[in-house]
């Protein structure tokens, strides 16, 4: 069983910058996916930004531009920097892991983007 530990959500306002981080249990190289998915209250859970092990990105075109993601597999860890933030970003944001067939979830992350 892989935990996720998630850190860095709050309250920002519109326009400003926040950064998630999530460490892993598990050594970040057998982690062949990490990355991370967001929830708003009453829509389903999309993905936000991937990264596999070999440091290959896939964004939602939501966030194009806006967020970065990025890991370090030494430290098994994955983090979103989030610039240009828009009220339409506020959700639940989950750290997310793979392994073969298997997904790992953290507990979640709150972040509220809000004058």
């Known amino acids: 069983q892989v935990q996720l530990v998630e850190s860095g959500g709050g309250l920002v306002q519109p326009g400003g910058s926040l950064r998630l981080s999530c460490a892993a249990s598990?050594?970040?190289?057998?982690?062949?996916?990490m990355g991370w998915y967001r929830q708003a209250p009453g829509k389903q859970r999309e993905s936000v930004a991937t990264i596999t092990v070999y440091g290959a990105t896939n964004y939602a075109n939501s966030v194009k531009g806006r967020f970065t993601i990025s890991r370090d597999n030494t430290k098994s860890t994955v983090t979103l920097q989030m610039s240009s933030l828009k009220p339409e970003d506020t959700a639940d944001y989950y750290c997310?892991?793979?392994?073969?067939?298997?997904?790992?979830w953290g507990q979640g992350i709150q972040v509220n983007v809000s004058s």
């Open positions: 598990e050594s970040g190289f057998r982690l062949a996916i």
């Open positions: 997310y892991a793979k392994i073969g067939l298997r997904e790992y």
